[in-house]
């Protein structure tokens, strides 16, 4: 079964392929290594008649024929003419995804091809486009409710056709479980249970969700059946659910049986055990959703992902597919919801909640410090379109709760969580509360980010302390830091190599930033520190010596200012492995070759903080702190 491929940032492959270019033959002739060894063996005038032989789409070619040329070009090396039949496909009225996903099947080296082209070629952005329609054509293929649909039935025929037919239905993973759960629903499809049951399990993690929100079914052989499986499955995010069942004074004893039979066999296969009750559960849950680890994280080289829900009313799985990035604060606030409706009165659902809800708006690019009804952003189908602000429910809530998520901000290092919660506490609390001993206001006075030490101080400010409080030594030193703001970017770059440390900052220098450098990283630092408001990022050349690369990023960390700055490491020739290494689970840290173009260095730069959720500053914000 083909996977899901991500194609990568597309500046980024652009900038590496102008590095490749003269590689284009070896690239060549690696592709036609994966497509036809034997074409690495023909005579060179054979290879060059065939390279000679520059072909062009015509008007009435198909997407399958436009596809198989886009490859077959590729394999030639012929660059120019592949990219010209890959935008006539990515371009043609009768595109169909599904089409050039099959295709892609009955070659099984044409994804390696795809791979080898976004990682090594001129064209990366058409190959990438082009792996993305595969990759569409597979997801419009797994959801096909009639394919689904037929391979339940197959379960029934020969050892043969059964077995093919859950490799079809694990294939179409979470879309296969409603048309399997309303089959157990159905008296007159018996013959059918016992296979579904032994299916069930094989379908694997993507089956937890649907199955978990099925234990809502009014069958209670079916919640039995379904209990089973995720026992079976063995995922522990399924233990609030079944604990629910346990729970329900409407549960048949035979199913709170199966639930408890169920957890059981979860808690054996994960080593853990669990007393939570099932609210308490979902809280738990819901913080693991707000965290996005382990099985419950989304796959983040999808678009969208899945919000299952039972209808009562249908009796039926329904689901809403949201953008990636905010699957797991959606489920976040799904989880405490569920919570809340089975313990109204549990401030730690509620402050969940609410955190969850203010991440949502600024993955979905809302200015979380906003209340702004009508502020446009990208589309969230689990929310109504009059949904209120995340501003409101916050201050609505109180200053107990946003302490809460400026808390949760803090500790998880969530810049745009901090930035909302720091909102509505300037708004609702009073000094008493800002300025205690144990405030989160005065913890973000240390925050890694710049307009989050701002907001807080301000917040701090605005309050007229009338006594010491912890850490208010800080507060006028960050508020002269935000009277000098622009919005323009201040970069620091750091390179022994004084010709290489002129040609970077003369790239940088758009106009639009201001660029320093120093051969000396603690000349660089201390010169940065004492003249810029803050700083923007630092390049860092990747051999520098006097100290070290390891020793400068270290430094860097280490004060509260930079502990966080976005770090681009220019490399050399032989210097990846150590500024790898140097880099390690550090997602501040870029690395890029030495000598790129500065539109490209910039753009690693905005990458790192698109990352790392690091705020901008325009040059309003910038105007209205400074007054």
């Not at 509260?560 to 790898?580: F, H, K, Q, Y």
Request: aromatic residues 4%; negative net charge; proline residues 5%.
């Amino acid at each position: 079964m083909m996977g899901y491929f991500t194609t990568g940032n597309r500046a980024k492959r652009n900038h590496e392929a102008k590095g490749l270019a003269a590689t284009t033959v070896s690239v060549s002739l690696y592709i036609a290594a994966l497509i036809a060894p034997a074409a690495l063996f023909a005579p060179t005038a054979m290879v060059q008649s065939a390279l000679a032989q520059a072909g062009s789409p015509t008007a009435d070619a198909t997407p399958g024929s436009l596809f198989v040329d886009f490859l077959h070009y590729s394999v030639l090396g012929r660059f120019e003419v592949a990219d010209g039949y890959a935008r006539q496909l990515l371009n043609h009225p009768d595109l169909d995804p599904v089409e050039i996903h099959r295709l892609s099947l009955e070659n099984d080296r044409s994804v390696e091809t795809l791979l080898v082209l976004i990682r090594n070629s001129s064209i990366a952005d058409s190959a990438g486009r082009v792996m993305d329609l595969i990759r569409e054509g597979e997801h419009l293929l797994r959801k096909d409710g009639d394919r689904i649909r037929a391979n339940i039935e197959k379960l029934v025929g020969s050892p043969q056709e059964e077995h093919f037919a859950i490799i079809a239905l694990t294939d179409s993973g979470e879309y296969a479980i409603p048309p399997m759960v309303q089959a157990l629903d159905d008296d007159r499809r018996q013959a059918l249970w016992p296979r579904i049951i032994r299916a069930l399990p094989k379908i694997g993690l993507p089956a937890v969700r649907p199955l978990a929100e099925s234990l809502q079914h009014e069958n209670a052989r079916v919640v039995q059946i379904v209990a089973g499986a995720l026992g079976d499955l063995g995922y522990a995010h399924a233990i609030p659910y079944l604990q629910s069942v346990v729970e329900a004074p409407e549960s048949s004893a035979e199913s709170r049986s199966a639930a408890m039979a169920a957890i059981a066999r979860i808690e054996l296969s994960s080593g853990r055990t669990s007393n939570a009750s099932s609210a308490a559960g979902f809280v738990a849950l819901g913080g693991y959703y707000f965290d996005e680890t382990g099985a419950v994280r989304a796959d983040d080289r999808l678009a969208e992902a899945n919000i299952w829900y039972w209808d009562k009313a249908t009796q039926l799985l329904q689901f809403v597919s949201v953008p990636t990035q905010i699957f797991g604060a959606v489920m976040g606030m799904r989880c405490s919801e569920r919570a809340l409706s089975l313990e109204s009165d549990r401030p730690d659902a509620i402050g969940l909640w609410l955190a969850s809800n203010i991440r949502r708006e600024a993955r979905l690019g809302m200015n979380v410090e906003s209340d702004d009804a009508g502020e446009t952003a990208m589309a969230d189908p689990s929310r109504p379109a009059d949904f209120p602000r995340a501003l409101y429910f916050t201050r609505a809530a109180g200053a107990r709760y946003a302490q809460m998520s400026l808390r949760r901000a803090l500790d998880s290092g969530d810049t745009q969580l901090a930035l909302g919660a720091i909102a509505a506490l300037r708004s609702i609390a009073g000094p008493a509360t800002l300025m205690s001993h144990d405030s989160p206001l005065v913890g973000a006075l240390r925050y890694p980010d710049t307009m989050v030490r701002i907001r807080a101080a301000v917040a701090l400010a605005h309050a007229l302390p009338g006594v010491h409080f912890e850490g208010s030594h800080l507060v006028t030193p960050i508020l002269g830091r935000a009277a000098a703001l622009t919005a323009s970017r201040n970069i620091v770059v750091i390179d022994n190599d004084q010709n290489r440390l002129n040609a970077t900052i003369n790239e940088l220098r758009d106009g639009q930033s201001t660029v320093i450098g120093e051969a000396n990283a603690m000349n660089a630092l201390e010169r940065a520190r004492a003249e810029l408001p803050r700083i923007s990022g630092i390049f860092i050349a990747a051999d520098v010596m006097n100290p070290s690369l390891k020793d400068v990023v270290a430094a860097i960390r280490r004060v509260v200012d930079t502990s966080r700055v976005p770090i681009v490491v220019m490399l050399g020739a032989d210097d990846r492995l150590a500024a790898e290494r140097v880099a390690g689970n550090d997602d501040a840290i870029e690395i890029v070759d030495t000598g790129s173009p500065g539109d490209i260095l910039l753009q690693h730069l905005d990458d790192v903080n698109r990352r790392i959720g690091q705020s901008t500053i325009s040059e309003d914000v910038a105007h209205a702190l400074a007054i």
